[in-house]
C-alpha cells in the first residue's frame, strides 16, 4: 500500500493552520488545500484555484465536526514535490506528460491528478510515480504550479 505526500522539499515553510469541520484526509490520496472564508483548510477539489498547500499528515484522520477545532501542518513551499495518485477513470500517463500541469480532483475522499482535465493545472507533473504489478503508472510526481494559482485578498 502506497502512502502518498512530499518526497521532496525543504523544511521552512511548514505551519499550522485550523480546518473546515469533518475534513477527511486520506493518505491513499493527496493532501492539497485550500482555504474557506474563514481561512480555515480544507481538502482542494476539481475547479479549486486557491489552493495555499500541503497536509503533511502522518495518518489518516477526520477533523472534529467543530470548525477550526482541528490543526493540520501545512507544507507552503511551492519547490516542494509530491507523489498523489491519478484519479481513477482519468487519462493514463505518458513521459510526454513531464513540465505539463494539469487539476486535482476528488473521489471518494482520495484526491489524485485528472491527466486529462486542464482547467485549472493547479500542479505541474515532474514524472511517473510508482507502478503497479503490471508496470502501470498509479501515481505521478507534482508540485504547485504558482504561475496559476490565485490567492484571495483580505477586502
Known amino acids: 500500500k502506497i502512502v502518498y505526500g512530499r518526497r521532496a522539499g525543504a523544511d521552512f515553510n511548514r505551519f499550522v493552520f485550523p480546518v473546515g469541520a469533518s475534513e477527511v484526509f486520506k493518505q491513499a490520496g ?5 482555504t474557506d472564508g474563514s481561512g480555515r483548510v ?16 502522518p495518518a489518516n484522520q477526520t477533523a472534529s ?9 501545512v507544507d507552503m513551499s ?3 514535490v509530491y507523489e498523489i495518485p491519478i484519479a481513477s477513470g482519468t487519462t493514463a500517463w505518458a513521459d510526454t506528460m513531464r513540465g505539463k500541469d494539469c487539476d486535482l480532483r476528488v473521489d471518494a475522499d482520495i484526491q489524485g491528478v485528472d491527466l486529462g ?7 505541474t507533473l515532474i514524472d511517473k ?7 502501470v503508472a498509479v501515481s505521478v510526481l507534482v508540485k504547485l504550479n504558482p504561475r ?4 484571495r485578498g483580505v477586502v
Open 117 to 123: 482535465a486542464s482547467g485549472e493545472d493547479v500542479v
Open 129 to 135: 510515480g510508482s507502478l503497479n504489478a503490471a508496470g
Open 78 to 80: 511551492y519547490d516542494s
Open 148 to 151: 496559476t494559482i490565485v490567492h
Open 65 to 73: 465536526a467543530t470548525e477550526g477545532a482541528t490543526l493540520v501542518e
Open 30 to 34: 493527496g493532501g492539497f488545500l485550500r
Open 42 to 57: 480544507e481538502i482542494a477539489i476539481a475547479g479549486d484555484l486557491e489552493i495555499i498547500g500541503h497536509a503533511m499528515l
